[in-house]
C-alpha cells in the first residue's frame, strides 16, 4: 500500500467496514482510510465481518476475497441478502475467476492488491457518491421512453410493464418494486436517459464506476447481467463490437 498524500481531501462521515485477515495491510489501510476522515471498522475474518456489519450497518464495505472461516465471496453474498450497501472486492492477484465471483455475488466494484492509496479513496468515493446519486439529467426527461409522465414532486419514466421513478429512486416490473443496489439502478437510469442509443462500455465505466478505461470492462458485463436479471434480459440488447442499449 502506497503511503498517503500529505495532505489528505476533505473528510467524511461515512462509515466503513473492512475486513482483511492480514493484520499488516488491514491496519495500514484503516490508517490511511481514517487519515482521509473516514470512520472504519475492521474484522479480520468473515464470520466476524458479518456480524459487526449486523451490528454497525456500515456506508460501505471493504472485502479481502480471501478470508478464514467466511471467505470473501460467501460474505459478499451474504451481505447481499441483508443490504444494498455499496461493496469494494480486494483481490491480491487480481485472478479473473475472483474478480467474476466477486461482480456476481453482489459486489460493485474491485480493486487489486496493491492498490495506490489516491486509487483506494477515488473508488470508495465514488461509490458513496453513487450510492446518494440523484440523476438531474434524468429528471429532466429521456429522449424517446415509452411514457414520461411529471406528477407533483415525482418523475416517471415507463418502458412497458417497467416503471422508472427518478425522483424517489424506485423501479418497478408489472408493478412488484426491484431491489436494485446503486450501481444498477445508476446503469439503468443511464440506459433510460438515452434508450435506443448504444453506450459503449467505456461509456458506461466513466459515467456510472467514474472510472478512466482501462481496457477491463469485465465489471460493465456482469453488472449488465445482473441487471436483465432484474428487468427482463430482452430490455438491455448487446450490439456486439460496440456496446449495449435500452430497447424503446
Not at 443490504?83 to 465471483?101: E, H
Request: hydrophobic residues 45%; aromatic residues 4%.
Amino acid at each position: 500500500m502506497a503511503s498517503p498524500p500529505a495532505t489528505p481531501a476533505s473528510a467524511t462521515e461515512a462509515h466503513l467496514l473492512l475486513v482483511e485477515d492480514d493484520e499488516v495491510i488491514r491496519n495500514t489501510v484503516r490508517m490511511l482510510l481514517e487519515r482521509y476522515g473516514f470512520t472504519v471498522s475492521a474484522a479480520a475474518d468473515g464470520m466476524s465481518g458479518l456480524e459487526m456489519f449486523r451490528e454497525r450497518r456500515p456506508d460501505l464495505l471493504l472485502l479481502d476475497v480471501m478470508l478464514p472461516e467466511l471467505d470473501g465471496i460467501g460474505l459478499c453474498r451474504r451481505i447481499r441478502e441483508l443490504s444494498l450497501a455499496p461493496i469494494l472486492m480486494m483481490s491480491a492477484r487480481g485472478d479473473a475467476l475472483d474478480v467474476v465471483s466477486g461482480l456476481e455475488a453482489g459486489a460493485d466494484d474491485y480493486v487489486v492488491k496493491p492498490v495506490e492509496s489516491a486509487v483506494l479513496v477515488a473508488r470508495i468515493r465514488s461509490l458513496l457518491r453513487r450510492a446518494s446519486f440523484t440523476p438531474a439529467h434524468s429528471q429532466a426527461g429521456a429522449s424517446g421512453a415509452g411514457s414520461h409522465a411529471r406528477g407533483g414532486d415525482t418523475t416517471t419514466l415507463t418502458f412497458g410493464d417497467l416503471t422508472i421513478d427518478t425522483r424517489g429512486m424506485e423501479v418497478h416490473r408489472a408493478g412488484q418494486p426491484l431491489a436494485l443496489t446503486p450501481t444498477e439502478l445508476r446503469m439503468l437510469l443511464e440506459f433510460a436517459a438515452s434508450p435506443g442509443v448504444v453506450l459503449e462500455r467505456r461509456t458506461l465505466l466513466s459515467r456510472v464506476w467514474d472510472h478512466a478505461w482501462h481496457g477491463d470492462t469485465r465489471v460493465v458485463d456482469l453488472h449488465v447481467q445482473r441487471l436483465r436479471a432484474k428487468i427482463g434480459a430482452e430490455r438491455i440488447e448487446t450490439v456486439r463490437g460496440f456496446g449495449y442499449k435500452l430497447r424503446r
